[in-house]
């Protein structure tokens, strides 16, 4: 089974920038959609941002439309997220998820995930 390995989270300032990696460990042609979810303390998983691999069309929620950007490298089997401006209410656990259907802002439609990234963004 594939596996996703997420990086690049860690402690910023507001206004701050971060880059996330999720490098997925064996890519096969069974995942169409990516996806970032985070889980903020006493809050559940959210999307945050998800791109369909093959066509690289990507999808943002409301929370990171403008700041966020979602890519991905189909030659390194990499995802990334370069998260820009962050605020304190971006303080969350970030995970990729891989999706065999397509890009869904439900956590319930992804078959795999990695171990999670934290990011906390300081005042």
């Known amino acids: 089974q594939v596996r996703l390995v997420e990086s690049g989270g860690g402690l910023v300032q507001a206004g701050g920038s971060l880059r996330l990696v999720c490098v997925v460990s064996e890519r096969t042609a069974n995942y169409y959609g990516m996806g970032w979810f985070r889980e903020g303390p006493g809050r559940g998983r959210n999307f945050v941002a998800g791109i369909e691999w093959n066509s690289g069309r990507p999808y943002y929620a409301d929370s990171a439309k403008g700041r966020f950007v979602i890519s991905r490298d189909k030659t390194k089997d990499s995802l990334y997220l370069e998260m820009n401006n962050l605020n304190v209410r971006d303080t969350a656990v970030y995970y990729c998820?891989?999706?065999?259907?397509?890009?869904?802002?439900?956590?319930?439609?992804?078959?795999?995930w990695g171990q999670g990234t934290q990011v906390t963004v300081s005042s």
């Open positions: 998820g891989a999706s065999k259907l397509f890009v869904q802002a439900s956590e319930f439609g992804y078959d795999v």
